[in-house]
């Protein structure tokens, strides 16, 4: 946007956080700034294979420290508007990590760690999220079978890995599948988030081979990754807030109108003050859903549903006030500030939208049932 | 090292102590609301006597310097007596009562001589003085520094007349801390002084006010050449403004919830009882819209404590705005109660505007409606926060003011003539 071309502005970091946020921001300046996420779009939204092992090769990518750190630098992937799928890395790693097979850990977790390999995640179609469920496996004699359709899977067609929970009989099953498989088409979709391509993926009698299978057959628990995930998805729109409030507030400063800075009105700084208010809160609310996933409080799941409510609606109001007070400019496509609007918005609704966040909550305090929960 | 009891071995003094004098709390109990019932000067009298029993033992200002009254301990002693008293019920002051020792009292640390402070900080802690603000003026009140209530000096001390409002609890009150206009040949910050003012001395009338709940709380008070002796100043004559921001600071603090003790996020516990009682009564409980309503305030309500404990962290390490964070705690409070109050209506319906006699429960969510703009307008604006996030925390510039480098007296001639020629 027209603000950026100007010195990047100090930023005050948590002392704890501070080594960490700026190896990340040195990474992602170096080989992610936005004229390559732009020219990463424009060619169609492919994926950035030297970005991704570079950043893998600086241990930014499936990250294996702890989920405070990698708070951290979703934070950062958040503000640089990275388009990469590091919250998909991330939880491959964490799941092949904790119950994957001894062939999952010697064959694809090495080349996933190392970048050379990435995953999707078909993260729409989860049984018992968001409602629905199309996805299921059958037992015939000589494999498991796969059928059925993931929407709006990110990145699936460069993907090497699709990993996908299906349902199996009474349980849920999950399992990491070679793109490659027969059987699979991923049709490209449009989407309000330009930066990163979307597929539906069907999958048309898939056979699965044993290796595919991640943790025991029909006892999925998917909560600890849906948790996990949405930590860090509410960390990248506080990454992504936060720069649209600090360009917001550094144009109100310098853009004069009726003799004087724009910020001096108070129906202009009001407005950016309340979205100042909207990422403290956000962030606050990050926080608590980290440290309630991270200590297994019994509340965990509540907290991280109140999380990702609060921080999709205030992402999206954060959006609109930097959106007014940019005015006209905003509108203009060369203008980044519609990238992150876009983001912003489309991970509103990314892992459970604020409503379907606020009906579990009800379903949590049996307020209602968990049918119409979903 | 010191002779201070260990913190474990205060708890239990604490403990056996508070077993022996205090009345323990019920388990369940029964839902209150501000201007519910009215607090007597009799009952505020026993109230007195009990926190008076609660300083004799040792328990009041337990990190106050020991020299104004206090025990001299550490936070983490305070935190385990409050742990401890959880369970009974303490002496319940009122407004004043916290307003004396989280606002006024702190200022006198900060500001008071010594001799003031030894006058008047152990008799606080004890309930001997119960203490208010006396800020506003009824023309003055987010524009604090333009008070008109003046004091001029007389006679070893000063002639303060004025008016005062919005004082709460000030009809039980002994005390008030009261902004005065010293000078008003110099701008306006620059002429006002802090005094101690007896609500009892001659000249001084202090008048309840009747209140949107129906309920007498906060007063006025009329000022007809109270004679306040110099002693009982608080501050540099001229250097009112600088006491009124630790005042405005400790008032933030105590309406929007203390940041710089060390905090502890609890969980969310259950579900907006408010809400959910209201949807009850409204036959509305398995509604899905409703559900998005309540979830939707009892995720603010978390909000704003998860926010406080940030805030805190933030302080802690140093962040630029240091105090000045506070704002967001009171602005956050100021915006997510009235919404909750205006959810419950919305959810209410007609059950919420509407009840039998003696429904005390029916009767507190309506007071709790129309308390729930209490944090917004007291101790500072919504809009007077927003100014002041946006100018110490965002760096925004100042809105131009036209009572800069004038005279008081100047700036108030002209308040009166646009007064007079609409």
């Known amino acids: 946007m027209t603000v950026a071309v100007q010195p990047k502005p100090p930023r005050w970091l948590e002392p704890d ?51 405070a750190d990698a708070a951290v630098i979703a934070e950062e992937w958040g503000r640089a508007l990275a388009p990469e799928p590091w919250i998909e890395a991330h939880i491959v790693r964490d799941l092949l990590t904790q119950i994957g097979s001894d062939t999952q850990r010697e064959q694809a977790l090495p080349d996933l760690i190392n970048g050379t390999r990435v995953a999707a995640w078909a993260s729409g179609d989860l049984p018992g999220y968001w409602g629905r469920e199309r996805l299921g496996v059958t037992s015939t004699s000589a494999a498991l079978v796969l059928n059925g359709k993931a929407s709006s899977v990110q990145h699936a067609a460069d993907a090497d890995y699709i990993l996908l929970a299906a349902r199996d009989g009474d349980g849920v099953s999950q399992f990491l599948v070679p793109s490659t498989s027969a059987g699979i088409r991923c049709e490209r979709r449009e989407g309000l988030d330009i930066t990163r391509p979307r597929y539906d993926v069907t999958f048309d009698n898939v056979a699965l081979l044993p290796d595919a299978l991640i943790g025991a057959r029909g006892m999925a628990d998917l909560e600890r990754q849906v948790q996990h995930a949405i930590v860090l998805v509410t960390s990248q729109t506080v990454g992504a807030m936060r720069l649209l409030l600090d360009r917001a507030v550094a144009y109100a400063k310098t853009r004069f109108a009726f003799g004087r800075p724009i910020g001096s009105f108070q129906a202009v700084k009001h407005l950016l003050v309340e979205a100042s208010l909207g990422v403290e809160t956000s962030a606050a609310m990050r926080d608590a859903a980290l440290n309630a996933v991270v200590a297994g409080q019994v ?31 905003a509108y203009m496509w060369e203008d980044d500030f519609h990238l992150y ?34 | ?128 003085e119960i203490w208010v603000e006396f800020f506003s003026d009824p023309a003055a009140g987010s524009d604090l520094a333009g008070v008109v209530t003046t004091a001029v000096r007389h006679e070893g001390g000063w002639l303060l007349n004025g008016t005062k409002v919005w004082s709460s609890g000030a009809y039980y009150a002994d005390y008030g801390l009261c902004l005065a206009r010293t ?31 129906g309920d007498v709380e906060f007063c006025r008070e009329i000022f007809v050449d109270a004679f306040i002796p110099d002693e009982e100043r608080i501050g540099e004559v001229g250097s009112g403004w600088e006491v009124a921001t ?35 009564r409204a036959g509305r409980i398995d509604d899905p819209h409703v559900h998005q309503l309540i979830v939707k305030s009892h995720t603010d309500d978390f909000a704003v404590r998860a926010l406080g404990v940030r ?47 003696g429904d005390r429960l029916g009767l507190t969510f309506a007071l709790d409606y129309l308390n729930s703009r209490v944090t917004s307008i007291a101790g500072g604006t919504n809009e007077i926060q927003r100014n002041a996030i946006g100018e110490r925390v965002l760096g925004l510039p100042r809105e131009p003011v036209m009572d800069k480098n004038k005279s008081f007296r100047e700036v108030h001639e002209l308040a009166l003539q646009a007064k007079e020629q609409p």
């Open chain 1, 299 to 329: 509340d965990a799941a509540e907290i991280v549903s109140m999380a990702k409510s609060c921080v999709a609606r205030n992402g999206i109001e954060v959006a609109h006030a930097a959106w007014q007070v940019f005015g006209g400019i």
């Open chain 2, 311 to 357: 805030l805190a962290r933030l302080m802690q390490a140093g962040h630029p705005a240091g105090a000045g964070l506070i704002s967001y705690s009171k602005l956050a409070q100021g915006l997510v109660q009235p919404a909750h109050a205006k959810a419950a209506m919305a959810i209410g319906g007609e059950a919420a505007v509407c009840w039998d006699v």
């Open chain 2, 1 to 128: 090292m010191n002779n201070y009891p260990n913190v474990d071995e205060f708890r239990l003094s604490a403990r056996a102590w508070l077993a022996q004098n205090l009345e323990r709390r019920p388990e369940t109990e029964e839902r209150s609301a501000r201007g519910l019932t009215h607090r007597t000067v009799e009952d505020i009298a026993v109230h007195r006597a009990l926190q008076r029993r609660v300083y004799e033992a040792g328990f009041a200002g337990i990190t106050w310097p020991v020299e104004y009254g206090g025990r001299g301990l550490t936070p983490e002693h305070e935190a385990a007596f409050r742990e401890e008293a959880a369970v009974f019920r303490m002496p319940d002051l009122g407004i004043a009562g916290i307003v004396s020792i989280e606002v006024c009292a702190e200022v006198m640390l900060k500001h008071a001589t010594e001799d003031f402070k030894h006058r008047h900080l152990p008799r606080m802690l004890a309930a001997d």
């Open chain 1, 17 to 67: 956080k501070r080594e960490l946020t700026l190896a990340t921001e040195a990474i992602l300046d170096e080989t992610m700034p936005l004229s390559r996420v732009r020219a990463l779009t424009d060619a169609g939204g492919g994926l950035d294979r030297a970005f991704v092992q570079r950043a893998s090769a600086a241990g930014l990518f499936a990250w294996p420290g702890s989920l």
């Open chain 1, 341 to 374: 609007l876009r983001r912003i918005t489309a991970d509103a609704a990314f892992l459970g939208s604020a409503d379907w966040h606020h009906a579990r909550i009800a379903a949590l305090h049996a307020l209602s049932t968990p049918e119409s929960a979903a």
């Open chain 2, 183 to 213: 000078d008003w040949d110099v701008p306006k910050h620059k002429g006002l002084t802090w005094f101690a003012v007896s609500t009892s001395q001659p000249g001084v009338t202090v008048e309840p006010l009747r209140e949107i709940t």
């Open chain 2, 246 to 280: 630790t005042a405005l600071y400790f008032e933030r603090e105590a309406s929007s919830g203390r940041l710089t003790s060390a905090q502890v996020l609890a969980g969310p516990g259950a579900l907006a009882p408010d809400l959910v009682e209201l949807a009850r």
